[in-house]
């Protein structure tokens, strides 16, 4: 596709419930980012991938959060056991290469916004 | 340890210049990126610094200074629709060269009036 998507766009939860948050990279990007944005803030780092491998998750805020890229394109951000404090924008980023300088420059979707109730 | 500095908040006036300074510090320095963001929308990219100096882009301009760990968006001729939050991300490389992400600040809330 032309850019970065992502799906669904806005998300409701009960308090408990278990979401999945998906993103479509641009074809052929290596690198992939998920980032958690609080109104007002900059994007918090979460996790990212090289391919299918997610080389840095150190960001995860708990180990409800997981994420993976199974087969280097698309990727899921799945949150067990959603709470209050996970409302939240959810955004995700690609970049096209592993590599120094500009490569490093990434592309967001739009977003998924969480509300948990 | 990494830490990035930009104001909160900035008020300008259409039609003249403003400035949104950063300063970082960071190991494995990799590059200082611009973004724009409007709210409820994601962030855009602006500009790209790896060198000293000044990269000028139409009304944007953004400058760096490694050895301060300091840099700046000049955006001149406001509009309105400038009115945005500006971020300022440092790219970092680490885990021996193997990993790289950016490292983003809170953002600079840009209110730009008639």
């Known amino acids: 596709g032309a850019g970065v998507s992502q799906s669904p766009r806005y998300k409701v939860a009960k308090r408990g419930q278990d979401v999945a948050l998906r993103c479509d990279p641009i074809s052929g990007h290596v690198s992939l980012f998920w980032y958690q944005q609080a109104l007002g803030q900059g994007p918090e780092f979460l996790t990212y991938?090289?391919?299918?491998?997610?080389?840095?998750k150190s960001g995860l805020p708990s180990d409800r959060f997981f994420a993976e890229r199974p087969e280097g394109s698309v990727s899921t951000l799945k949150i067990q056991r959603t709470q209050q404090e996970d409302s939240a924008v959810y955004l995700c980023?690609?970049?096209?290469?592993f590599g120094g300088g500009r490569s490093n420059e990434q592309f967001f979707g739009p977003g998924t916004r969480l509300t948990v109730l | 340890g990494q830490n990035i500095d930009q104001p909160t908040e900035m008020t300008a006036t259409e039609g003249a210049i403003v400035q949104i300074n950063c300063t970082y510090q960071?190991?494995?320095?990799?590059?200082l990126f611009w973004y724009q963001q409007h709210a409820g929308e994601a962030p855009t990219f602006l500009s790209y610094?790896?060198l000293d100096g000044l990269e000028e882009k139409g009304r944007f301009s953004s400058f760096l200074s490694r050895s301060k760990g300091y840099s700046y968006l000049l955006l001149k001729e406001l509009q309105m629709k400038d009115s945005a939050s500006y971020l300022c991300a440092v790219g970092k490389t680490y885990n021996a060269g193997n990993n790289r992400k950016l490292i983003w600040g809170l953002g600079t809330s840009l209110a730009v009036n008639p």
């Open positions: 991938f090289q391919n299918e491998a997610q080389l840095d």
């Open positions: 610094n790896v």
């Open positions: 980023a690609s970049s096209l290469l």
């Open positions: 960071t190991s494995g320095f990799n590059g």
